[in-house]
């Protein structure tokens, strides 16, 4: 398989104080990669160095057999969507305008943003129709996750970044957007690093689960190794504290 992140030695320390710790590991071509860990454990950190948000002074990282500084910052972004916590749409523009965004930058032709876009709308349950010409405000939190979703994909990437994106919904939500992120992947064979402090949530998306703790990698393996064959005594227990065994 192919490596579209390949982390060597990485490190990043905050006021002396080391938050990631020389760590090293691959993510292939078509993984659904879930970071997980207790808070503070460096997950964010972890995923903001993709993108280079935030830059890792130690160790050396490769997106797509490149590294990373050697790319251009808009280049390298244009190749990864990226989606918060809140899905981050901009109030002023409607849900169209939202998700045409990066192909208006890339100089789609409009009829093809507007195909791709209404495809896509349908893909997650939302009615072109009804939802096109609405504003943000206008929206569920759901919904409005499910166009920050539309909004990163739209331009295919070759990888999607998600940061504990949703957190902040209700459980039944929840597993609306999970199963629709789930079934993207699936579908569309795009690599997706996911973070959340949420067992369950890593267990029913990931492909391959990383634990993360204080910095430091514990262990990389598929959600049933992790259950069967965890490293130690600490991936034990961050899955039995949520009664998942």
């Given amino acids: 398989m192919i490596n579209i992140f390949k982390f060597n030695n990485v490190s990043k320390s905050y006021s002396n104080i080391e938050t990631i710790k020389n760590v090293n590991f691959e993510i292939e071509d078509g993984d659904f990669f879930v970071i997980v860990g207790l808070s503070g ?99 569920s939190g759901g919904e409005k996750q499910r166009i920050g979703i539309l909004r990163a994909i739209i331009t295919q990437p070759k990888v999607l970044l998600m940061d504990e994106p949703f957190s902040a919904l209700d459980p039944l939500m929840r597993k609306d957007l999970q199963e629709i992120t789930k079934n993207l992947h699936k579908e569309l064979g795009i690599t997706v690093v996911f973070v959340t402090h949420d067992m369950r949530e890593a267990l029913k998306l990931a492909t391959k689960i990383c634990i993360i703790h204080e910095g430091s990698i514990i262990q990389i393996a598929g959600p049933e190794e992790i259950l069967h064959d965890p490293a130690n005594d600490f991936v034990r227990e961050l899955f039995e504290s949520e009664e998942l065994l």
């Fill in 41 to 139: 454990s460096g997950k964010t950190t972890l995923l903001s160095m993709m993108n280079r948000l935030i830059d890792a002074p130690s160790g050396e990282i490769l997106f797509d057999g490149k590294e990373l500084k050697e790319w251009d910052k808009r280049a390298l972004r244009f190749n990864m969507g990226y989606v918060l916590q809140q899905g981050a749409l901009f109030p002023n523009l409607t849900v169209k305008e939202n998700i045409g965004l990066l192909p208006e930058i890339k100089k789609w032709d409009k009829s093809k943003t507007s195909s791709e876009t209404q495809r896509l709308l349908e893909k997650v349950g939302l009615l072109p129709e009804k939802y096109l010409d609405r504003y943000p405000d206008e929206l």
